[in-house]
């Protein structure tokens, strides 16, 4: 089976998420939405792993798409490399492939074990309005390009709006059922 993993601190996750997700199920069988527990870089206002997750499950709640938590369960930083090597031991039978936004591009040769990594198959989702920069694809096995025409929004933009009681601009780019989460948990105030 060919599956796609969409990872990240989805701290929330938004929209933008979620048509990502939609355009990956496209192309693979199943789509594993995979929630980092400590991210590598420092991350302002980041909610704990365990409300990330049931945000993501919330987001994500449509069919052929799995939320994973292994990354919580492993616990401290989470690396893409060892979550590549565990998925791949752990379902040998799979075809996996890490989807990833350009913007991760310019900062993937800090990554742990980056050589190894591509290696890898990796979709990377374009914005319309950023060129495609094909030195920084150059190291990758065959990546598969995808333009990104969804809606255009960053977790840290929404975490602003919330802090600042802008719930107005919020609701318009976080799932419903996310935003409710937020309110409920109160998270990011």
Same mark, same amino acid.
Request: aromatic share 12%; glycine share 4%.
């Given at each position: @089976? $060919?599956?796609?993993?969409f ?6 996750p938004?929209?933008g998420? #979620?048509?990502?997700v939609r355009? !990956?199920?496209?192309?693979f069988?199943?789509v594993w939405?995979m929630?980092a527990?400590?991210p590598n ?5 980041l ?7 049931? @945000? ?5 709640h449509?069919g052929? #798409?799995?939320?994973c938590?292994?990354e919580?369960?492993?616990g401290g930083v989470?690396?893409?490399c ?5 998925l791949e %031991?752990?379902?040998p039978?799979? %075809?996996?492939c ?13 990554? $742990?074990n980056c050589q190894?990594?591509?290696m890898k198959k990796?979709v990377?989702?374009f914005r319309p309005?950023?060129s ?10 065959n990546p598969?390009?995808i333009?990104?025409?969804?809606i255009?929004?960053s977790?840290? $933009?929404l975490r602003?709006?919330?802090?600042s009681?802008n719930?107005a601009?919020?609701?318009?780019? !976080?799932?419903?059922s996310?935003?409710?989460y937020? $309110?409920e ?5």
């Amino acid at each position: @089976m $060919k599956i796609a993993v969409f990872g990240g601190t989805f701290n929330p996750p938004h929209n933008g998420h #979620v048509f990502a997700v939609r355009e !990956l199920l496209k192309e693979f069988n199943s789509v594993w939405v995979m929630v980092a527990n400590t991210p590598n870089k420092s991350v302002s206002d980041l909610a704990p792993a365990s409300d990330r997750l049931k @945000m993501a499950k919330r987001a994500f709640h449509f069919g052929r #798409v799995e939320v994973c938590d292994d990354e919580i369960r492993r616990g401290g930083v989470s690396y893409t490399c060892d979550t590549f090597a565990e998925l791949e %031991e752990r379902y040998p039978e799979h %075809e996996f492939c890490w989807a990833i936004g350009s913007d991760l591009l310019e900062e993937l040769p800090q990554w $742990k074990n980056c050589q190894e990594l591509y290696m890898k198959k990796f979709v990377v989702f374009f914005r319309p309005y950023i060129s495609i920069e094909r030195a920084l694809l150059a190291p990758f096995r065959n990546p598969k390009v995808i333009r990104a025409e969804g809606i255009e929004m960053s977790s840290t $933009k929404l975490r602003d709006w919330v802090k600042s009681g802008n719930l107005a601009d919020a609701e318009k780019f !976080l799932p419903a059922s996310v935003l409710e989460y937020v $309110k409920e948990k109160k998270l990011y105030v």
